[in-house]
């Protein structure tokens, strides 16, 4: 009579893909140190207007919070999510539209 050994299975480590993480609008700004493209951003455009009316800390902590597990890929930033359906909504874009 055989006996079968019991295989267990392995846990495999894979490295996930980088994520944007999410930063808040009242991170302290040090002026000369904004990216190419904040620095080119004008007050007057409406995507930047909007931006600045959402309460973006409260709404993307509540969107955070649903994502606790370590496993897995990363959930991608809230604020990209979010963003992404607030244009959608806006400009009545389809699913395919607004990610080209």
Partial sequence: ??????LKPTKSFHKHAS???????NQLILVGFETPFEQQLTKNNRWVKLNSLIPWDKIVCLYDSQF??????????GKVVLGSLIIKHILHLTDEETIH
């Fill in 1 to 6: 009579m055989q006996v079968q050994k019991e």
């Fill in 19 to 25: 994520t944007t993480q999410y930063v808040s609008p």
């Fill in 68 to 77: 606790q597990s370590k496993e897995g890929r990363p959930a991608i930033s």
